[in-house]
């Protein structure tokens, strides 16, 4: 991987019910997870920056919920919420996704964190039912808002 690859979210397409993404972040592994999850850091980096993200619920343990609002500036908001499968610190989580905006549309969602020393490779692999649900995602503008969440993400955690 490159250093520009490196500095950059990586979308596949390994099947036709999967999106796979990479990141490698310049940080250690123990900063990377705090980041995904602690409810205080989430709003700093997760969604588009044109919106600003609240924690509504955040337990993060196996069976916990979780829930996030994203606001646009017209007061517009979106819902997304999911629980935890498995929560495996500081390496793994496993949980639901759903935009409430599509209830009943549900992804498996696993993040992977890998220990580079000193730099972490975040893999999220997102398991959809079927192939139109994958499609509709990526046209979505799903690959655009992670990119963005990620280059907010390497911001943080530089700072």
Do not use: C
Request: hydrophobic letters at 35%; a negative charge; zero cysteines.
């Amino acid at each position: 991987m490159t250093k520009q690859q490196q500095d950059t979210t990586v979308l596949t397409t390994p099947s036709d019910r999967e999106i796979v993404s990479e990141r490698v972040f310049d940080a250690p592994r123990d900063r990377v997870w705090a980041a995904y999850t602690d409810p205080e850091l989430i709003p700093q980096w997760w969604g588009p920056r044109r919106l600003t993200t609240t924690v509504d619920r955040m337990d993060v343990r196996r069976g916990g919920a979780w829930r996030f609002v994203s606001r646009d500036a017209n007061g517009e908001e979106q819902g997304f919420r999911g629980t935890y499968r498995e929560v495996s610190p500081p390496e793994r989580i496993v949980q639901t996704f759903e935009w409430e905006g599509m209830p009943g549309h549900v992804i498996v969602e696993t993040l992977t964190l890998e220990d580079l020393g000193g730099r972490t490779k975040v893999t999220g692999v997102s398991l959809f039912h079927t192939a139109e649900e994958r499609d509709g995602m990526l046209a979505s503008g799903m690959e655009e808002g992670l990119t963005e969440s990620h280059d907010r993400l390497a911001e943080l955690l530089a700072s």
